[in-house]
Nanobody, 126 residues
Framework: QVYLVESGGGLVQPGGSLRLSCAAS????????MGWFRQAPGKEREFVAA????????AYANSVKGRFTISRDNARNTVYLQMNSVKQEDTAVYYC???????????????????WGQGTQVNVSS
């Protein structure tokens, strides 16, 4: 069993920065491919960013490319989402997700992930 706990959400002004963290427990963290998804009110959950187990493959939604960065620290069992130049449309609940399935290419589909965190709220407002 894999347990994921997100943190770091909150209120940030447009153009500001925020770093989300997701701590994992269970099998060795290096065994997981990790992803970030988000869900805004009244909208479906959407892909944000992902990283393969090897860290050689990353993927980003077009809407966040160049502004958000996914990274991981296997020693701390944690994956991060650095959010820069945030916009009001980034307001959402952000979820991290994990899969133990070997992923040469970072998985971008929610259906590829087996474990999910409870989410952390990000509000972008002036």
């Amino acid at each position: 069993q894999v347990y994921l706990v997100e943190s770091g959400g909150g209120l940030v002004q447009p153009g500001g920065s925020l770093r989300l963290s997701c701590a994992a427990s269970g099998p060795p963290f290096s065994s997981y491919a990790m992803g970030w998804f988000r869900q805004a009110p009244g909208k479906e959950r959407e892909f944000v960013a992902a990283m393969s187990q090897s860290e050689r493959s990353t993927a980003y939604a077009n809407s966040v490319k160049g502004r958000f960065t996914i990274s991981r620290d296997n020693a701390r069992n944690t994956v991060y989402l650095q959010m820069n130049s945030v916009k009001q449309e980034d307001t959402a609940v952000y979820y991290c997700a994990a899969t133990l399935s070997l992923s040469i290419i970072a998985p971008t589909s929610a259906g590829r992930y087996d474990y999910w965190g409870q989410g952390t709220q990000v509000n972008v407002s002036s």
